[in-house]
Each structure stands twice: as C-alpha cells, then as structure tokens.
C-alpha cells in the first residue's frame, strides 16, 4: 500500500475513533477495537517509512 492511500486511512481510522471515543466513551469495545486497528496502521506507516530511509541511505552511499 502506498503511503498516501495509507494516510488517507489512517485519518479516517483516527476519525472514526474520536468519534466512538465521544459518543461511546473511551473503554467500550468499539473504540477499543478502532483504536488497535489504528494502531496496526500506524506501525505499517512507520515500518514503511523505515524501510524507504533505510533503501535511501544504501543508495546515496552507492552513489558516493
């Protein structure tokens, strides 16, 4: 997945549960459950993000 389209969902997850997290308060299941699904967004987000920082630095220093 690319980085865009993963931003997109994780502002709609981060959206979805604020929402729930106001309306249905902060321990119940739902936002729970959006809130670890946020999360397993936001690593995916960080791990690619690594790994492109990671294939950068190898290049320049090709390149060097």
């Given at each position: 997945m690319n980085i865009t389209r993963l931003?997109?969902?994780?502002n709609f997850k981060r959206n979805r549960m604020i929402?729930?997290?106001?309306?249905k308060g902060l321990n119940h299941p739902d936002t729970i459950r959006l809130s670890q699904q946020l999360d397993k967004l936001l690593n995916?987000?960080?791990?690619?993000?690594?790994y492109r920082s990671i294939h950068?630095?190898?290049?320049?220093?090709?390149?060097?």
């Open positions: 931003e997109i969902k994780i929402r729930s997290g106001i309306k995916e987000y960080q791990k690619g993000k690594f950068h630095i190898a290049y320049l220093q090709c390149l060097g």
